[in-house]
């Protein structure tokens, strides 16, 4: 079983739709919950990270974390076609390093 | 703003070569990592490095090897590169937190295809 698991997609939605991005994982020794964007041909950029359990808000993105069920969220409002890129989850903290999603490709059609 | 630069955005090498990989960055971070990144199988860690001269396994390092002499520089070397190495290799860096899951700062990657 894969430490993160998350769906490789393509996901296409139409510009103004809200986007789910989700990832479960199987370590609850993660403490950390990061997302990164990656544009094509480009390496990926941290777009928003969090260390516990609920919602954190930064702009169109809310990124949420359960540890209960170890699901890992990641919600873009009104979604743009800049949004379009592939999105990777990475929990870390159980060991001294990130642990990477395989990402989610997501295209947003004007 | 920090940046990641690697030394080529393509390259093409021949089976047996020996290829190197060159990243380097400017924010005087302590950690730096190589990664490769293939379809399907995502981000995977080759090899990192908390400090100069020092280097640390990855979840995938056979066949590569690292060099970091400098604070700034990191190498990835393929020592005889194979068909089987061909992929995008990721570059990062990150400053020494509570932990090595400070935020990477990834260069642009270097795409890599081996004949």
């Known amino acids: 079983q894969k430490e993160v698991e998350q769906d490789p997609g393509p996901l296409s939605v139409p510009e103004g739709a809200i986007v789910s991005l989700n990832c479960t994982y199987s370590n609850s020794a993660f403490q950390y919950f990061m997302w990164y964007r990656q544009y094509s041909r480009k390496g990926p950029e941290l777009l928003m990270y969090?260390?516990?359990?609920g919602n954190k808000e930064d702009g169109r993105f809310t990124a949420q974390v359960d540890k209960s069920s170890k699901y890992i969220s990641l919600f873009i409002r009104d979604s743009q076609p800049s949004d379009s890129a592939t999105y990777l989850c990475?929990?870390?903290?159980?060991?001294?390093?990130?642990?990477f999603g395989t990402g989610t490709l997501l295209a947003v059609q004007p | 703003d920090v940046k990641v630069t690697q030394s080529s955005r393509y390259l093409v090498k021949r089976t047996g070569e020996k290829v190197f990989l060159e990243c380097v960055q400017d924010?005087?971070?302590?950690?730096m990592f190589w990664y490769r990144q293939d379809p399907g199988l995502g981000l995977r860690l080759i090899y990192f490095?908390?400090?100069?001269?020092?280097?640390e396994k990855g979840d995938i390092p056979e066949g590569y090897s690292v060099s970091r002499e400098k604070k700034e520089r990191f190498s990835l070397i393929l020592e005889s590169a194979s068909t089987n190495q061909t992929s995008m290799y990721l570059c990062?860096?990150?400053?020494?937190?509570?932990?090595?899951?400070?935020?990477?700062?990834f260069g642009p990657g270097t795409r890599l295809l081996v004949l």
């Open positions: 990475a929990p870390g903290g159980a060991t001294n390093k990130l642990i």
């Open positions: 490095s908390y400090d100069v001269k020092m280097k």
């Open positions: 990062a860096s990150s400053t020494r937190g509570r932990a090595l899951q400070e935020t990477q700062y």
């Open positions: 924010m005087d971070h302590e950690n």
């Open positions: 969090t260390y516990s359990s």
